[in-house]
């Protein structure tokens, strides 16, 4: 039913910019904040953007603030994050989350969708 679709990800050179994208389906899509996660083999899931439902406060993580910035919009069900700036260490696999409250912690997620890869070369 609820269903949160990633998109965007690819293979990108340092120094250079991408934007994901996330579909979401099946829920009230404003009523939610949002997040994006990133994780490797062998790591754990790390918080990198969330926002709130209004899109009035967002919350970096310090490894990608000034470089990433995440949007959203309600009309059309969708949540972005912008990537500029990228470095070989942000290569992973990006998450789009839904929560009931803008977070920084993986447990108050409750939606997710199925990631997509990003790659980063140096």
């Known amino acids: 039913q609820v269903q949160l679709v990633e998109s965007g990800g690819g293979l990108v050179q340092a120094g250079g910019s991408l934007r994901l994208s996330c579909a979401a389906s099946?829920?009230?899509?404003?009523?939610?904040?949002m997040g994006w996660f990133r994780q490797v083999p062998g790591k754990e899931r790390e918080f990198a953007a969330s926002?709130?439902?209004?899109?009035?406060?967002?919350y970096y993580a310090d490894s990608v603030k000034g470089r990433f910035t995440i949007s959203r919009d309600n009309a059309k069900n969708m949540a972005y994050l912008q990537m500029n700036s990228l470095k070989p260490e942000d290569t992973a696999v990006y998450y789009c989350?839904?929560?009931?409250?803008?977070?920084?912690?993986?447990?108050?997620?409750?939606?997710w969708g199925q990631g997509t890869q990003l790659t980063v070369s140096s």
């Open positions: 926002i709130s439902w209004s899109s009035g406060s967002t």
């Open positions: 099946g829920l009230t899509f404003s009523r939610y904040a």
């Open positions: 989350a839904a929560s009931l409250k803008i977070s920084t912690s993986t447990g108050d997620y409750v939606f």
